[in-house]
């Protein structure tokens, strides 16, 4: 069936510093990818998504390119702020489908 | 403004209490869907609705229930509470579409411990 799969956290940065979560996923047709982040005590809320292959999402200064020759769509930003601390999780939503597979979460921690 | 919004945020009850989580959405999503988020940080899906009188049972076996009544509301009901459904539950909504797949939509979720 469907999956996704993300890197296991959690991932610890200095601030500035480059941040990449990878994620692959299988899936059967053309889905849709997303990455949600959720703050500590809140809700998951979207940080982007991409629809079609070699789309890019971004927000934030957060990039993501929907990759289907490598079935990936790794998350990086270039230079990440404490605030960035969060959970961030990597999702598809399948075609003509109705539900949302979500991979396990990575945390990030951000040292000033 | 349009949102999704739990109540209560934190809930701390007894061993065989009932219980109700609430939902509600102002964006006329017609699907919605229950998860039970463990400490781990993963999400399970327990419940899922397309609509008004629908209800549909998720990935991870729940003893809760649902319904849906109205559009707008899909509260989540445990008949006795134990302290293993002690879990965050996150209620979400999406459009639905016969094209592109859309984002869900979260409310900020209950965090429920049964002692």
Redesign the interface.
Known sequence: GNSVTQMEGPVTLSEEAFLTINCTYTATGY??L?W?V?YP??????LL?A?KADDKGSNKGFEATYRKETTSFHLEKGSVQVSDSA?Y?CAL???G????I?G??T?LFVKA | EAD?Y?TPRYLVIGTGKKITLECSQTMGHD?MYWYQQDP????H?IH?S?GVNSTEK??LSSESTVSRIRTEHFPLTLESARPSHTSQY?C?S?EVTSG??????????TRLTVL
């Not at chain 2, 781990?40 to 999400?43: D, S, V």
């Open positions: 889905p849709s997303f949600y959720q005590g809140e809700g998951l809320q979207l998504k629809t959970v999780f939503s399948e075609a489908g109705f539900k949302t979500f396990a979460g945390r | 999704i739990q699907k781990g940080m993963e999400l899906l899922y397309y998720g990935d996150l979400a999406s592109v797949r859309r984002e869900q939509f979260f409310g900020p979720g």
